[in-house]
């Protein structure tokens, strides 16, 4: 009797409770539970190749089914199955009288779901704070609105002296590193209407008050990728911005990184310069797939 309730205790342990030893797998939400194996198979083969046709076929106007096998290095065989699989979803077209494959509407309805839910702030997060750990120094990404940049995101440096704007605070977009980056970037019938009078505003005395000026350091940014606020709105203040443009490659904001002139000497702008026109090709990337 002794024996037969041990046998039964042992069995309800088992069936209630894991070993101590055991690990405990901890199941995210919103995915499957893993054999802590990597998943491999058929279908998600398929799914990596299906993708792969897509991005060739997404990188020209149309291709023939042995150019697009070759590009992707896969049989042709292969290709035209996952290709007419493709083409049942709408995900891509097929021209019988020139016997090309391209892009199909379907692709532009799933990407175009991206445009509706993109914010650049919270896209832009990481890359800010990524930015602001490497230099030191404030970080900014900021909005155009008239004639006016407004800041929308910043990581401060942790230096007891420091650059700061608070979070909406705006700027004269013709006296300010952001200002100015966006609108090197813009086409000149953009930048004129934005721009407004000839006569600009003076905050200090190495503001641009003429828009000849003006439009002398623009294509001086344009040339190396990044402007440079040299005490233009602020004394003692030096600024360094890059802008992020948008799929129609027209700027949309600007990335800065801001600090004292005393920390931002001539022989450290060229590395600012290059590491804030980095940030914002990257951001841009994210943004906006270019």
């Known amino acids: 009797m002794a024996g037969g309730l041990r046998a039964a205790c042992h069995f309800f342990a088992n069936e209630d409770a894991k070993p101590m030893n055991e690990a405990v797998t901890i199941r995210r939400r919103g995915r499957p539970s893993s054999t802590g194996a990597t998943e491999s198979g058929g279908e998600v083969q398929s799914l990596d190749r299906a993708i792969t046709l897509m991005e060739v076929l997404a990188a020209t106007d149309g291709m023939t089914l042995s150019d697009v096998a070759r590009r ?39 990407g175009s779901a991206y445009l509706r839910i993109r914010r650049l702030p919270e896209i832009a997060r990481t890359q800010i704070r990524e930015l602001s750990y490497a230099v030191n ?6 909005l155009i609105d008239g004639a006016e ?31 100015k980056a966006i609108l090197a970037a813009m086409q000149p019938e953009a930048r004129r209407a934005w721009l407004g009078s000839d006569q600009l505003e003076r905050y200090t005395e190495h503001t641009h008050v003429s828009r000849r000026a003006l439009q002398s350091d623009l ?55 290059a590491r ?12 906006s797939g270019l």
């Not at 199955?81 to 709408?90: A, I």
């Not at 120094?137 to 900021?142: C, D, G, K, P, R």
């Not at 804030?276 to 943004?287: D, F, K, M, N, S």
């Open 72 to 110: 992707a290095e896969l049989p042709t065989s292969t290709v035209h199955r996952l290709l007419t699989t493709l083409e049942r979803r709408g995900l891509v077209g097929h021209d019988p009288a020139t016997g090309h494959w391209m892009v199909g509407l379907g692709m532009f309805r799933i």
């Open 137 to 142: 120094e404030t970080v900014n990404l900021s």
């Open 149 to 179: 940049l407004i800041c929308v995101a910043q990581v401060e440096s942790h230096a007891a002296v420091r650059a700061f704007f608070r979070i909406g605070g705006r700027m004269p977009i013709h006296a300010s590193g952001g200002g």
């Open 219 to 273: 294509a001086s940014i344009d040339a190396r990728g990044y402007s440079i606020d040299d005490e233009e709105h602020t004394p003692g203040m030096r600024c360094v911005a890059a802008a992020v443009l948008d799929e129609w490659k027209e700027p949309i904001g600007a990335l800065s990184i801001s600090a004292p002139t005393v920390r931002m000497p001539p022989e450290r702008i060229a590395d600012l310069g």
């Open 276 to 287: 804030v026109r980095e940030a914002a090709r990257r951001l841009t990337t994210r943004y």
